[in-house]
């Protein structure tokens, strides 16, 4: 294994009835907060006036910003971290999914230093500025998709040159994390299965991009994905199945915790679906399940025995189901399929992937110093093609 730093700061409050613990985490981080949602469905199912309601009982004023996008803007990000300071704003609430929760993380920052948030973006080739101070945050997830609520990273999209790419900085990591699995009984069923594909990727990027054998972080990736995979399946029978919204939930956090730290790897399948959704602004969990079994597919050659395992143990919980590659992948698109992850892109206004922009601008911004995406064998553009025509069918 490799050597590594494990840091958890946020504090959790976990299971179902926790919203209210708000009151606690906002009582000791500060007395004017900033909340940010998305587009209004937190308001329209009572879960902002519980909010409100919860930090007047302790004094606390706030304002509130809504309309963050699905792909957080940086324009949007820039305009929200203005009022923040205007307001004065002493902590940064986000309620909502892994759009809120991002695009708090950036005005976090960019209320604190009155800096464009892009320049705190890891854009290669260019350096990010340091991040030298952030406004605490409290992210209350009413979905289990990203883990940003307990992550050090957040995504952003620059709509003007169409490239979407992360901060990373501990400065940003929350200071609570308030998991209520109640808050993801409104979410609709194709939100929950884009969601389930974000976390399953988080947690085998690493276990995909290299062949060793690390027990421990290895066995955490399985456990997390088959639990994935059978809280899906559960909640396709039974929508109101609180357990398999607690099982997702707290999957979501462990999946960013890096609970699989040690071992070595790149992040191919995000790196690229990063460009595929700043170009065509699609859902990053819908993007994730069309490239996951490309790469997977890439990885074949180089990683098969530990991907066979992979594929067995989710969708079958045996380790040695398969010996077959191709059957493996195609079994894992199938299920794709049947939950509903693999929509057709054109329902979402997408009549024809340019594949080639696509690459060009996963290379452009992801890139390391060689030129190549790290994955179980390095991704030159020529990979990168590869993998897109094979997701997309030519």
């Not at 209210?20 to 308001?43: D, L, Y």
Request: net charge neutral; proline share 4%.
């Amino acid at each position: 294994m490799e050597n590594f730093k494990f840091q958890m700061p946020t504090t959790i409050f976990f299971g179902t009835g926790e919203f209210e613990r708000v009151k606690k985490a906002a009582r000791e981080t500060g007395k004017n907060a900033f909340i940010v949602i998305g587009q209004g469905s937190v308001k329209k199912n009572g879960y902002l006036e519980k909010l409100q309601n919860y930090l007047k009982e302790e004094n606390i004023k706030y304002t509130v910003f809504e309309g963050v996008e699905p792909n957080p803007l940086s324009s949007t990000v820039n305009r929200a971290a203005k009022i923040a300071r205007e307001v004065k704003a002493d902590m940064v609430i986000a309620l909502g999914g892994g759009s809120a929760m991002d695009a708090a993380k950036g005005i976090a920052v960019s209320a604190k230093s009155g800096e464009d948030v892009w320049d705190y973006c890891d854009y290669a080739p260019r350096k990010a500025k340091p991040i030298l101070d952030a406004l605490p945050i409290i992210c209350i997830p009413t979905l289990a998709a990203t883990g940003s609520e307990v992550s050090r990273a957040a995504v952003i999209t620059n709509a003007e040159i169409k490239r979407k790419v992360g901060i990373h900085n501990q400065k940003i990591v929350p200071k609570f994390a308030i998991i209520d699995p109640e808050l993801t009984k409104t979410v609709p069923v194709n939100y929950i299965i884009d969601g389930a594909v974000d976390i399953i990727a988080h947690t085998v990027e690493t276990y995909v991009s290299n062949n060793k054998d690390t027990k421990v972080p290895d066995y955490v990736t399985l456990a997390i994905i088959r639990s994935v995979k059978e809280a899906v399946d559960e909640l396709l029978e039974d929508p109101k199945s609180v357990s398999a919204r607690e099982e997702l939930s707290w999957a979501s956090s462990m999946a960013m915790m890096k609970l699989h730290s040690g071992r070595p790897g790149g992040w191919p399948m995000h790196e690229i679906e990063h460009s595929l959704s700043a170009i065509y602004n699609i859902s990053h969990g819908l993007g994730l399940a069309w490239l996951m079994p490309s790469i997977i597919k890439f990885g074949m050659e180089h990683n098969k025995k530990k991907l066979l395992k992979l594929i067995g143990f989710t969708l079958h919980g045996n380790l040695y189901h398969y010996t077959d590659g191709e059957k493996a992948v195609n079994d894992l698109k199938d299920w794709f399929k049947k939950i509903g992850a693999l929509r057709d892109l054109k329902q979402c206004g997408v009549e024809k992937v340019d594949i080639e922009a696509v690459a060009k601008a996963a290379l452009e911004t992801c890139a390391n110093s060689e030129g190549y995406i790290a994955a179980s064998a390095p991704m030159y553009e020529k990979d990168i093609i590869w993998v897109l025509n094979d997701a997309f069918g030519k």
